[in-house]
RNA sequence: UCCCCGGUAGCUCAAUGGUAGAGCGGGUGGCUGUUAACCACUAGGUUGGCGGUUCGAGUCCGUCCCGGGGAGCCA
């Protein structure tokens, strides 16, 4: 018989199953006592009434605590009286663990207490809910990337050195001599992308930007897709047919946790492409219509890219940033060496950036006058200059922060709650 | 790093410079359909640390620590 999961509860009515869980929550009025069990899929409704089982079932109800580790057998019924409209008739209870006092209870918390217990918060609906709709994300991506040609290439973690500027870099031992934590595998994935076309890496990146705000950690995770040959607008292209994939798949299979976050879920339905392309100097006219000056050359701040991200139903994008405020390797627009042929994917909402990418410099003396005018050492990046040595083509490539992502479809606050054990200024904890 | 707000029971929060409190959680008891159940009783405090003002400080001042929100930068 097939193993019983409370996600699949419909799928057993009639039948006696077995649930090896945990306790969530515990009510009980004299005779009748309800256990809410939860299993890692779900949360399941337990009822016994006194006289319908064993004594000693009965009576071992008062010791159970919030969060006790038991195996729980029972037949499966229908009723709209039980959250979930299925119920287990409890047969009998075996208790692996009395959990000590647990201590979040099911009233309210504040996120600080929340995030010093991050290991147990997770263990409740709402974080329960942000981590599988993160899985299905990240699979979405996979799945994207692995049907449309792309190989999964991965980057390293350990770096010799920077690949946009070194301040932000956190730097480590290696042997007596220094390394850094990658902050993105762009550089190793313009390399992959000259052996296998079309490449992909998926991994953490490390930013040491001492930055306080909801958008950021230190540690995120990120998709990188590098594709030889591409250029810009088609890069804009597979931005867009992935967010929309992953969209489609979120949807589709995890309907249920967005329900649970209370996702506005019609407006993510209505979703559709096209999405707005805009230039720079476009989204400047837009600024300057609702009122915010910009001077040309700046990059955007927060309340910016919140101006503009209030100003569409769908993600959009922002080509052709000005070159000064943009990495060494981004490729000058040839009818306008001033700009990057660079874009940024933008989330609705007021979410704002969740993609960054652009074509890349494939011009071997060109990318040289360019470290040096961002003062890297040109050494480090012989390796890198190989790639315009030998058989260099146009490229291009972005990189989907999935945290900002996830914060984004889940209708969440901060990115914090995006991924499983957020790093930020000043919590590394636990 | 800068600006703003906060730190009181395990948690969320009250308390004119004058006797430290409530709800939840814990414990005990009650209830045959509960939905963050309910009802009764009960235990629980160096008011973040240090220093100062005052007859008297949770409250005012200084300083440090911690948390939250925002900014610069970015995925």
């Not at 097939?2 to 419909?10: D, H, L, S, V």
């Not at 490390?206 to 909801?214: D, I, L, P, Q, S």
Request: aromatic share 12%; hydrophobic share 35%; glycine share 8%.
């Amino acid at each position: 018989m097939k193993r019983f999961y409370i996600e699949k509860a419909g799928e057993f009515v009639g039948k006696e199953v077995t649930i090896k869980g945990w306790l969530y929550n515990k009510r009980d009025s004299g005779k009748v006592k309800f256990l809410l069990l939860r299993d890692g899929t779900g949360i399941m409704q337990a009822v016994m009434v006194k006289g319908e089982v064993e004594n000693g079932v009965f009576e071992c109800f008062n010791s159970l605590t919030q969060e006790s580790s038991l195996i729980v057998t029972g037949k499966v019924r229908e009723d709209k009286r039980s959250p979930g409209g299925y119920e287990l008739s409890i047969k009998g209870i075996e208790i692996v663990q009395l959990a000590q006092s647990y201590p979040i209870t099911p009233k309210e918390h504040g996120v600080g207490f929340l995030m010093d217990y991050r290991h147990l918060w997770l263990r409740s609906k709402r974080q329960h809910a942000i981590m599988r709709i993160r899985a299905e994300i990240i699979q979405a991506c996979q799945d994207y990337l692995n049907t449309n040609g792309f190989t999964l290439i991965d980057a390293p973690i350990f770096t010799p050195s920077a690949c946009e500027g070194t301040t932000t870099l956190f730097g480590v031992d290696y042997f007596g001599k220094k390394a850094y934590l990658t902050q993105s595998g762009q550089l190793y994935n313009e390399a992959a992308a000259m052996a296998f076309g079309k490449v992909y890496c998926f991994g953490p990146a490390f930013r040491a930007e001492k930055a306080k705000t909801r958008r950021h950690l230190t540690e995120f995770w990120q998709v990188e897709p590098e594709m030889a040959y591409a250029r810009l607008e088609e890069t804009i292209e597979v931005c867009e047919e992935l967010l929309l994939f992953i969209l489609k798949r979120v949807l589709e299979r995890r309907r249920e946790e967005l329900k649970r976050l209370e996702r506005d879920i019609s407006f993510l339905e209505g979703i559709r492409p096209p999405f707005p392309r805009i230039s720079y100097d476009e989204a400047l006219q837009i600024l300057k219509e609702r009122g915010i000056e910009l001077e040309w050359g700046e990059d955007f701040g927060a309340p910016h890219e919140t101006a503009l991200s209030q100003k569409f139903d769908t993600p959009f994008f922002v080509h052709r940033y000005p070159a000064q405020c943009k990495a060494f390797y981004m490729k000058r627009d040839g009818e306008a060496p001033h700009l990057a042929l660079c874009v940024d994917g933008l989330a609705p909402e007021g979410y704002g950036e969740i993609i960054g990418g652009g074509e890349r410099e494939d011009d071997l003396e060109t990318l040289k006058e360019r470290l040096e005018e961002y003062n890297l050492p040109e050494e480090a990046f012989q390796w890198y200059l190989d790639l315009r040595r030998f058989g260099s083509v146009p490229h291009a490539g972005f990189g989907l922060g999935i945290e900002r992502t996830v914060a984004w479809i889940c209708g969440l606050s901060h990115v914090r709650e995006a991924i499983p054990f957020p790093r930020m200024l000043d919590r590394i904890r636990p």
